[in-house]
């Protein structure tokens, strides 16, 4: 059985309005380009849990991704759909 979630609402509006891409700057980052990896389990009634970063850029990045990650992801903001597979 494969299931998909997805965020209810605009992704991209809510990292425009939430994420703070000053946080690395603040904390020293010399410019460049950054990828932050995290993983995350989706439950069953779509509630988000064990939210970690992959990756260590470092810089209070992967701690700003997480921050924003518990709040657009709390409560049941993720939908689910079931299907399965012959």
Known sequence: ?????????SWNNFIERNLDG???TD???PAGNYEVLIKFIVNENGTVSNI???????YGMEEEVV??????????????????KG
């Open 1 to 9: 059985m494969d299931v998909d979630a997805a965020f209810k609402g």
């Open 67 to 84: 921050r924003i990650l518990k709040k657009s992801l709390s409560g049941t903001l993720l939908s689910i759909t079931t299907t399965k």
């Open 52 to 58: 970690e970063p992959i990756t260590n850029e470092g």
């Open 27 to 29: 904390k020293g980052a």
């Open 22 to 24: 000053q946080v690395p």
